[in-house]
């Protein structure tokens, strides 16, 4: 109630669940004429980023409700580790994913594919070269560029060759096969 301003819309499988679609209305609805409207546009829009981006799982018209005392004191939100907090998240999912009887991974697979691309250009879907500048958020240069038909026509033994013989990844992103 105090971050939404009434009671969420949970889900009807788990109570521990608040469902995106209505966390997104709230914040459509804001008139942003105040600070208290702007601020609870902002605890909307963190909320969605939280549930849908940075600690995404397998349900996307889902968020946990474990993330809503983050944003009770907002002044303080950007003093977290959001960077340690989501590589966490991700090194836990993969861990889960790479057991035998797994079936589907809950891992946010945006943020995995643009630190691989950044790093590892052997396997990138684009040159380097005619990438746009890195500017942050840096997997925006990503998202809108055409991805080379060479790319799209590689098979997974392919990738796991230029895998197998790159010789450096570095945190400059170079990679040499």
Not at 129 to 144: D, F, N, Q, Y
């Amino acid at each position: 109630m105090a971050i939404f301003g009434r009671e969420p819309v949970l889900s009807g499988n788990s109570k521990s669940y608040i469902k995106l679609g209505w966390v997104r209305r709230i914040r459509d609805g804001e008139p942003l004429d105040t600070e208290e409207s702007i601020r609870k546009y902002v605890k909307c829009q963190i909320f969605c980023m939280l549930g849908s981006t940075l600690f995404a799982d397998k349900s996307t018209a889902y968020a946990h409700a474990k993330y809503l005392p983050l944003l009770r004191e907002f002044e303080r939100i950007h003093t977290y580790s959001w960077g340690s907090a989501c590589l966490a998240h991700l090194y836990r999912a993969l861990y889960r994913a790479s057991r035998y009887d797994t079936k589907e991974m809950d891992v946010p697979l945006n943020l995995l594919f643009v630190w691989v691309w950044e790093r590892m250009l052997c396997i990138a879907p684009i040159p380097r070269h005619t990438l746009p500048p890195a500017e942050i958020p840096v997997a925006m240069r990503w998202s809108h560029s055409e991805w080379t038909t060479s790319w799209l026509a590689k098979t997974v033994a392919r990738f796991r060759h230029d895998i197998d013989y790159m010789q450096e990844v570095n945190i400059y992103g170079s990679c040499d096969s």
